[in-house]
């Protein structure tokens, strides 16, 4: 099997810690070149002493050059913030190495929406116009494929996953879809803020990001593409004290009110039966982010109440794999040619 060399520029923030992670047990990947400027002339196992004896712990962390990145590496992971990555992009894709992107810079297929949601101007337009959104379930050939992928926010994998068989199947109308999602707090980052100290997340539960989260459109535009047609919605995300995973509550409005459980479990089960990483729960078993903490599985209940004619629809992902660097890793894997799931199939952490 040939190895290909892995460039990850990023390296202090959880999802870039993670990737280190699932990188050194990774039997066609191997991590050559790690870039912070801050952290620059350490050991990679001098700065994450979990990575000892491991694959990478030798790599020397250096300040992000794209000549030199693209002279040594096949594939380089951007776990950078919105607005720095399409700078970096921009020169390595034309130095001819593949790009997963963990911002937002190649998300939203409008750089107006784009602007209007993050604040600055997108300034490589040629290259938003090729990017592929990297939910394998949905684009993997089109991820195969790619010398870009933008790899998709940790709240839109859950709720996008969540929607999808409803869509497909047409079981609910496109009005007053509601998405209510819980975070651990390492979806906030890894950086020293206030409302992420010890003392500040424990013992509480708080909603942010009201009405205007970062994700909202993100998510709006991949669902309306499922469905084909516009659709609006509410995105609500609240801050628990746990470490990793999400669980989505998303309300949904059946167009058939007399639509039962068994019939929206047999929809779902039936879309989802050969997915590797979508588990469709029993009927009458609610998902719970422990049972995928640490691993790539999106797990799924679903409820219909006849009282209110809804669809309620429980998705649940761990943030830091699921929901950003086990997806990078799925999106590299075909990007190389590999089975999606090369490297990739270790249990969930219970």
Not at 1 to 15: H, N, P, Q, S
Not at 297 to 316: K, W, Y
């Amino acid at each position: 099997m040939k190895t290909y060399r892995v460039g990850l520029v990023g390296i202090t923030g959880y999802a870039g810690m993670e990737v280190t992670r699932l990188l050194a047990g990774h039997p066609a990947m191997r991590l050559v070149t790690a870039c912070s400027r801050a952290e620059a002339g350490k050991r990679l196992g001098e700065f994450y002493p979990f990575l000892e004896k491991l694959p990478g712990a030798d790599v020397v962390i250096s300040v992000f050059e794209p000549e030199k990145a693209a002279a040594s590496c096949d594939i380089v992971f951007l776990s950078v913030p919105a607005g720095t990555a399409m700078g970096m992009a921009v020169p390595l894709i034309a130095r001819g190495v593949k790009v997963v992107d963990f911002s937002a810079d190649f998300r939203l297929r409008d750089p107006q929406l784009y602007e209007e949601w993050y604040s600055h101007a997108h300034t490589a337009h040629d290259l938003l116009r090729e990017a592929v959104y990297g939910i394998p379930e949905l684009y993997a050939g089109q991820i195969a494929g790619a010398r870009l992928v933008a790899n998709p926010g940790c709240y839109p994998t859950c709720a996008i996953l969540g929607l999808h068989a409803a869509l497909r199947n047409d079981l609910i109308e496109s009005e007053g879809i509601v998405i209510d999602a819980k975070s651990g707090a390492s979806g906030a980052g890894r950086k020293a803020a206030v409302p992420t100290l010890f003392c500040e997340v424990t013992d509480t539960f708080r909603a942010y990001g009201l009405p205007r989260h970062r994700h909202t459109p993100e998510i709006e535009q991949e669902v309306s593409l499922l469905a084909g047609r516009e659709i609006r919605l509410s995105f609500n995300p609240h801050l628990v004290p746990m470490n990793r995973g999400i669980l989505a509550a998303i309300y949904t409005t059946l167009k058939n009110p007399r639509t039962t459980t068994d019939e929206a479990h047999r929809a779902f089960s039936k879309t989802w039966e050969g997915s590797r990483w979508v588990r469709v729960l029993p009927k009458g078993a609610l998902p719970e982010t422990r049972y995928v903490r640490g691993g790539m599985f999106c797990d799924i209940g679903v409820v219909t109440d006849p009282r209110t004619g809804r669809l309620i629809i429980l998705s649940t992902i761990d943030n830091l794999c699921r929901g950003a660097a086990g997806q990078a890793i799925a999106n590299a894997n075909l990007m190389c040619g590999l089975p999606v799931e090369t490297g990739l199939t270790s249990a969930p952490v219970v």
